[in-house]
């Protein structure tokens, strides 16, 4: 068979199809009524209908039944635009389902827009029951376009040929490959680079948030689910930070330790002096910690520190031994907090306790009482 011989023999299978399949679509379904202005796409085309008329069809509500574009053929560009008329209530007959044939033609590279009139006429074969009013003859105007394409056909990046649709001579683009941030694409054909770099095309597989492809990128971490970034893998860190407070020298260091829970030995630990002073973790993974601050002189505190998504800030405040209620002294208001606790009127509870528990034998007695008192007497110092 040759090619024209074969085109018509597929074309014409497809419009028996199509006429069954219409038919079934139009007793399914008869409220399908194409509209001015409808906007159909086949291939790379886009089809707008922009006028239907008819001869000699008088008292028809609905002239187009369908419309369907189909059977795009990418080595030709041809295209069928298939439809059915449709008869008036009352006549459940079914008119012709045919099809015309687009043939666009014009260059691949460039845009394409044209204008069709498609315009068929019918004998009274078609219609037996309706034969005063035939023959009859319908019209369809409509607009096809489309983008530039690319053309079609056997050539490659190394050698010409014909385009199949359009008929000119062109050379294909380079094709394959994989641009990275730092390398164009290679040809799988010719195997020269070729196109652009992809700037998002980074490699993260080294974990450290760097592009390993040396473009100099730093993952931004902004796909932050759990503990690693999810783009380049890296831990996530937080910083802890804030001011700590605390008495007496200026020059006494405090040490904060931060650790979890039974794992002190592992502690990060910083250092800072001053009585009001400015601290911070800079490389903290998320979880959940105990922040320990200790200095000379001080009852030892800890806080209990939740690091998740973002920076945490704490401000921590540490007492001398002895000063309850935190004001840098020992007055009467802390060793009657002391004698309040001893004799069950008042509990002290928490870092108050600590600060009391000046044995720090993890009670508080009358013996710490009678140490505050001597502190306030000058007679023995705490510190
Ligand atoms: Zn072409
Ligand atoms: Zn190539
Ligand atoms: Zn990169
Ligand atoms: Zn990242």
Redesign the pocket.
Known sequence: MNKITKLISILLSIAMLMTISLVFASAASSSYNPAIGDVYTTGPYTVTLNDVSSDKIPDVINILDHIILRNYDKKTGIFAIAYQLKGTPGFQNVWPSDYFLITPSA??SEEYKEDFVLEKQYDSTVDPKFTHYLPYKIRFSITVSRPAIE??GDATCENAGT?T??G?T?TATCKGGTATCVKKAVCDVCGKEYGEFDADNHNWSNLNGICANGCGTECTHTNQTGKACGICGQKLYKTLSGTVTSFGSETDEVTLLLYQAGDRENAYETTVTGNSAEYAFERIEEGEYILEVLKDNHATRFYEVTVGEVNVTVDAKIHLIGDIDGDGTITVTDYSKTLKHVKKTTQLEGYEMQCADIDGNGKITIADYSKSLRHVKKTAFLW
Do not use: P
């Open positions: 260059s691949c053309h079609n385009c649709v359009c000119e062109y």
